[in-house]
């Protein structure tokens, strides 16, 4: 197998086995999480794992933990959350994130944000001594602010780019309906107020950095062709 695709493998098999029975399951977004959605529906299925609770993140969790058996819920069900699994696109020394490559941070900081344990599920490729260093930050904005948002994030230093589709002519669509800017800024200083200054702008619905959300960061290594899992 591809080394990546075992990192991932191997991390979500990881996370899966920290689910326990009787409990509400956050669901993540993302091809690390599809496995770890895999893995806790093979635990349903094999009766190891009972009475689950899955809150997808997005329409693509939704779609897998279907796909794998895993009841879900809404917010409107359930009055907490025991453990949210997710993957990042940036990980820092001191577990700040960037989410958003799959354009569903907004529900993914609602969900990960409200559960008690919120694991992070990453191949090292995503580790960063500086956040905002590897992976340009995802801003999601309401389609008639897109003038006014582009110009106030280049104002804190940003450059940004609309996220355009694959396979579609156009912007990517978020699940909400709203649109995704990508901002670059080689860096950034102070993530918890960059965190708020843009979520201040008018037509911003979020932002992908994640401060102080993380309770665990797992991360998948491969050596020599064989997978490990390691908590940071
Ligand atoms: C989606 C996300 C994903 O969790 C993030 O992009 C990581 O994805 P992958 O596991 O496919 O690398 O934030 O909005």
């Known amino acids: 197998m591809d080394p990546v695709k075992l990192m991932k493998q191997e991390v979500g098999r990881a996370a899966a086995a920290q689910v326990k029975s009787g409990t509400v399951v956050g669901l993540g977004t993302g091809s690390t999480t599809a496995f770890a959605i895999q893995f806790i529906g093979e635990r ?12 997808p993140t997005s329409f693509q969790a939704s779609v897998l933990a279907k796909q794998h058996g895993i009841p879900l819920a809404t ?5 907490h959350i025991d453990i949210a699994i997710d993957g990042a696109d940036e990980v820092d020394p001191q577990m700040n994130l960037i989410k ?10 609602v969900i990960d944000g409200l559960a008690e344990r919120f694991i992070v599920v990453v191949d090292s490729s995503k580790l960063s001594n500086k956040i905002g260093t ?20 280049k104002k804190l230093g940003g450059k940004v780019e609309m996220r355009m ?3 579609k002519d156009g912007p990517v669509i978020t699940d909400q309906g709203n649109m995704v800017l990508d901002v670059t800024f080689n860096g950034i200083d102070n993530p918890a107020e960059m965190e708020k200054d843009i979520n201040n702008i008018p037509g ?9 959300l993380a309770t665990e960061v797992l991360i998948g290594e491969v050596t020599d062709g064989e997978a490990t899992v390691r908590s940071m």
Do not use: C, Q, W, Y
């Open 44 to 55: 349903i299925a094999s009766g190891e794992l009972k009475d689950i609770k899955g809150i």
């Open 204 to 212: 911003v619905l979020d932002n992908g950095l994640f401060i102080g």
């Open 134 to 153: 590897i992976f340009a930050l995802p801003v999601e904005a309401i389609p008639m602010a897109i003038a006014p948002v582009t110009r106030a994030l």
């Open 75 to 79: 917010l409107d069900d359930v009055d």
């Open 100 to 109: 958003g490559g799959g354009a569903a941070h907004t529900r993914e900081k």
């Open 165 to 167: 589709g694959i396979k």
